[in-house]
């Protein structure tokens, strides 16, 4: 990890599972986005949920990939909630689509340009009239939906060229976990960028996806109201997850484990 103010961040954090999880905030996460940002810096930040947390678990390189992020966010109200039992008892959600705006209310007040990585064209566009009405002042510099298909050389390199001649210094990336915290991963040092894996957020700003509503979320049930609206992708995900996720959690408080070292 280059050093930098990352080091003094990643004092407070906790491991849960086997992933370090910061104790942070939107408006930190926002601050630490545009500093690099304003620097050109190559930055990676990841909404950890029970989702990666547990694809963490079953990979040794994923673990790798999320540890070494620069800033992994509490996504999940599961993942809030063990932070809290484990010490950081004011600790809210930083939820990746809610952070998404954030960031994008400071880029079009710093003048800082942004890109899109990810999602459908259709997805895409949608965004891009969100931002259009919301922020009129946001400089959207890029936006590509990349082919589901693994990338061969020559289009990566191509992809790179394009980002970097856009101007682009914030890159929303929309692939979905594990994907999206991989491509980061793997573009880190090639960019001078900060990216930030957002997941379903394309479809949830474009309308293409209902989210669920605030009640639900604080509740920690986003999980079922999304498993309601995609029932045949999310079963398997959240019926093998979820409950091992709990299990483990509940180990790990019970051994009185505050996840305090760095499991990187």
Known sequence: MPPDDTAARRED????VCVRVDSTSYQEVTRHVMSWASAGMSRYVCAANVHMVMEAYDSERFRRVVNDADIVTPDGM???????????????????????????????????????????????????????????????????SPPFRPLDEGERQAIRADIRSSGARILFVGLGCPKQE???????????????????????????????????????????????????????????????????????????????????
């Open 182 to 264: 991989i491509w980061m991963s793997e573009e880190r040092g090639h960019l001078p960028v900060v990216m930030i894996g957002v997941g379903a957020a394309f479809d949830f700003h474009s309308g293409l996806v209902r989210q669920a509503p605030g009640w639900v979320q604080g509740l920690g049930m986003e999980w079922f109201f999304r498993l309601l609206m995609e029932p045949r992708r999310l079963l398997w995900r959240y019926a093998v997850h979820n409950p091992r996720f709990i299990a483990l959690m509940s180990a790990q408080i019970i051994r009185g484990v505050t996840g305090e070292r760095d499991p990187s």
């Open 13 to 16: 954090f906790r491991t849960l």
């Open 78 to 144: 599961p993942l809030v909630w063990s932070l809290r039992l484990l010490g950081c008892r004011e600790q809210h959600r930083v939820y990746g689509p809610a952070l998404m705006l954030r960031v994008c209310e400071a880029a079009e007040e710093s003048g800082t340009p942004i890109g899109l990585y990810g999602g459908t064209q259709e997805s895409l566009a949608g965004v891009r009239s969100l931002f259009s009405r919301r922020f009129p002042g946001l400089s959207v510099v890029y936006g590509f």
